[in-house]
């Protein structure tokens, strides 16, 4: 049972607009979210974190929103570059347990130039 | 930052034979690290949570004896998939969580895409 979907597997968006991708969650234990990067055939690169006593992080063009009561996430780049162009995963856990991660399926975002 | 290592980057066999998978974490010492699996276009799942020193810990449906876990050091773990077989096919990528820090940040090594002809 996949506890968070990404339910946009790809995204188009022109260089120096708002890229927006979506995460959903279904585990109101999961307390602490992240966002990763990955190229293909490369393993994924953390890009932000949110933990859930926040509802917004950010970091240079990166900004995660978090709404709880949705167990709804979103990443905005803003502004795009091609150079974004890439998979981006998000993932769920319940923090400090050392448990695993557990991932959305991707979203593949390609910044037009 | 933590940088996560994997060999080989890539590896083709036969069917039949076994493959060894190694994760290493070059500039920490984790004492948890982690086997993931990549289907295409899919998410990534964990199969197995290796802590050092001790037995593995294997996620519902994924075959111990298949694919064998060993994390002798704070460095090192390894991944050995037994009589690979085509349907083992795929993209394993490890990532390692270290003894201090951010205990809730996991680092990803490269990955190792495995092909069984």
């Known amino acids: 049972d996949q506890q968070v979907k990404q339910n946009s597997p790809s995204l188009s968006v022109q260089e120096g607009r708002i890229s927006i991708l979506n995460c959903d969650y279904t585990?109101?234990?999961?307390?602490?979210f992240l966002w990763y990067k990955k190229y293909p055939a490369e393993g994924p690169t953390f890009l932000i974190s949110?933990?859930?006593?926040?509802d917004k992080n950010e970091d240079g063009r990166f900004t995660v929103f978090l709404n709880k009561s949705a167990k709804h996430l979103s990443l905005h780049i803003v502004p795009s570059q091609p150079g974004d162009s890439a998979v981006y995963f998000c993932?769920?856990?319940?923090?400090?347990?050392?448990?695993?991660?557990?991932f959305g399926t991707g979203t593949s975002l390609t910044v037009i130039p | 930052g933590a940088v996560v290592s994997q060999h080989p980057s890539r590896v083709i066999c036969k069917s039949g034979t076994s493959v060894k998978i190694e994760c290493r974490s070059l500039?920490?010492?984790?004492?948890?690290m982690f086997w993931y699996r990549q289907f295409p276009k899919k998410s990534l799942m964990l199969m197995a949570t290796?802590?050092?020193?001790?037995?593995?810990?294997?996620e519902q449906g994924v075959e111990k004896d298949k694919f064998l876990i060993n994390h002798a050091s704070l460095t090192l773990s390894t991944l050995t998939v037994t009589s690979a077989h085509p349907e083992d096919s795929s993209f394993y990528i490890c990532?390692?969580?270290?003894?201090?820090?951010?205990?809730?940040?996991?680092?990803f090594g490269p990955g190792t895409r495995l092909t069984v002809l």
């Open positions: 990532s390692a969580r270290g003894t201090s820090g951010n205990y809730n940040e996991q680092f």
């Open positions: 585990n109101s234990m999961f307390d602490y």
């Open positions: 949110i933990s859930s006593i926040k």
């Open positions: 993932a769920a856990s319940i923090a400090n347990t050392g448990n695993q991660f557990y």
């Open positions: 500039d920490f010492q984790a004492t948890t």
């Open positions: 290796s802590n050092e020193g001790s037995k593995a810990t294997y």
